[in-house]
């Protein structure tokens, strides 16, 4: 089995290449450098030389407040690239792992959503990855993986944010009214690959760490870990950060298709933190 991994230099990217390899499997690491996933021929012709049995797209347009102003662009990385990609791994048999996220979801339900939930994205950023999913159902045989939080070894994120504002101020503000799950990319990864191998039915798998949280709470927990007091962490609205992308305020997933593949759901999101730890300070 021969892997593909489109944004092979992102945060997600990186800990999937890395697993992949420890595991002896044979993968090509492509990064915005190598490929320009809107080039629809390179595409296609990079898919076609590579040859590869599974094509993970972790490449994307990530920066969701930008996307309200440049939807075109965005829509162009998010979802025109992804119907390309989903046709050149149809022709060529690859099967296509589509990484997607909760904002496809308006976060007003205050439930998990179901893999099968109607999906009402809240911004652009949400829209345009609706259609990268579509393109992918639409062959009928790619897997849409969505997930949300994501922080790790590479590349900014919360944790590492908060872990460098844990050193600066006394105190920090982190908004109490966006409920979801922090996940772990090496942990993802991990289930990735797992759900390849299982040779699991194509369709929607929500790729979240068990759980839920604010973004209050989870910086919090990062405090203690820094044997600091949580209660310098003080909590506040999403009102008190006005962005020009709403953000969906609870998009917490539910997991239960992993029951199809045989396959247990990701860890706690805690726990997940624990044992990301090391690698993050």
């Not at 915005?32 to 390179?42: F, K, N």
């Not at 998990?112 to 990855?129: D, Q, S, V």
């Not at 990319?185 to 991990?190: N, P």
Request: aromatic share 6%.
């Amino acid at each position: 089995m021969t892997w593909m991994v489109t944004g092979a230099a992102g945060m997600l990217g990186r800990d999937l290449v890395d697993r992949l390899r420890a595991r002896g499997l044979g993968v090509l690491a492509v990064s915005r450098g190598d490929l320009d996933v809107c080039a629809a021929d390179d595409v296609r012709n990079a898919v076609r030389r590579a040859r590869p049995t599974v094509v993970v797209n972790c490449a994307g347009w990530t920066a969701v407040d930008d996307a309200e102003a440049h939807e075109d662009a965005a829509l162009a990385v998010n979802g025109t690239a992804v119907g390309v990609l989903a046709e050149a791994c149809a022709d060529n048999g690859a099967r296509l792992v589509q990484i997607s996220t909760d904002y496809v979801f308006d976060g007003r339900g205050g439930r998990p959503y179901p893999e099968h939930a109607a999906t009402a994205p809240l911004n652009a950023y949400g829209r345009t990855k609706l259609a990268g999913e579509r393109a992918v159902l639409g062959t009928g045989d790619g897997y849409v993986v969505r997930t949300a939080w994501l922080y790790g070894a590479h590349g900014r994120n919360f944790v590492r944010t908060m872990i460098r504002l844990a050193a600066e101020r006394d105190t920090v503000e982190v908004v109490d009214d966006q409920h979801g799950q922090p996940t772990w990319t090496r942990a993802l990864a991990e289930q990735i690959i797992a759900l390849v191998h299982a040779d699991a039915p194509a369709g929607v798998y929500h790729g979240t760490n068990a759980g839920r949280t604010t973004w209050y709470g989870l910086a919090r927990e990062v405090f203690a870990l820094l044997g600091l007091d949580p209660g310098r962490v003080r909590p506040t609205t999403s009102a008190k950060f006005p962005r020009p992308a709403v953000r969906p305020a609870c998009t917490v997933l539910g997991h239960a298709r992993w029951a199809e593949t045989g396959l247990p759901p990701m860890a706690h999101w805690r726990d997940a933190l624990h044992e990301a730890w090391p690698a993050l300070r």
